[in-house]
């Protein structure tokens, strides 16, 4: 069973909005990991575009900063990433990872595409 489940990705013209979730196992304890959304686009390396601690304090990588909101929800064990404004460049596959505090290894999820196009 995964762990970490992204979903609400899809098809959106530039300047829409989406909504992308992360659904963590009930397996795991949400609130002790340090979750974060990253993206990769076509011949390019992965990277972190958003973090969130688990307290919910976020953090943004210039070129989504004022566009994308990360938020947490821990007791529904849920992640997402309010996307607006978007461009062609945000064309990717977007991953949820999750960080435990802690002792621990990293959790991935399997990723979902987002495609910003006329």
């Known amino acids: 069973q995964e762990k970490l489940v992204e979903s609400g990705g899809g098809l959106v013209q530039p300047g829409g909005s989406l909504r992308l979730a992360c659904a963590a196992s009930?397996?795991?304890?949400?609130?002790?990991?340090?979750m974060s959304w990253h993206r990769q686009a076509p011949g390019k390396q992965r990277e972190e575009i958003a973090s969130i601690t688990s307290s919910g304090n976020p953090n943004y990588v210039n070129s989504v900063k004022g566009r994308f909101t990360i938020s947490r929800d821990n007791p529904k064990g849920m992640l997402y990433l309010q996307m607006s404004s978007l461009k062609p460049e945000d064309t990717a596959v977007y991953y949820c990872?999750?960080?435990?505090?802690?002792?621990?290894?990293?959790?991935w999820g399997k990723g979902t595409l987002v495609t910003v196009s006329t």
């Open positions: 009930d397996e795991i304890i949400f609130s002790h990991y340090i």
């Open positions: 990872k999750g960080v435990p505090l802690g002792t621990g290894f990293p959790l």
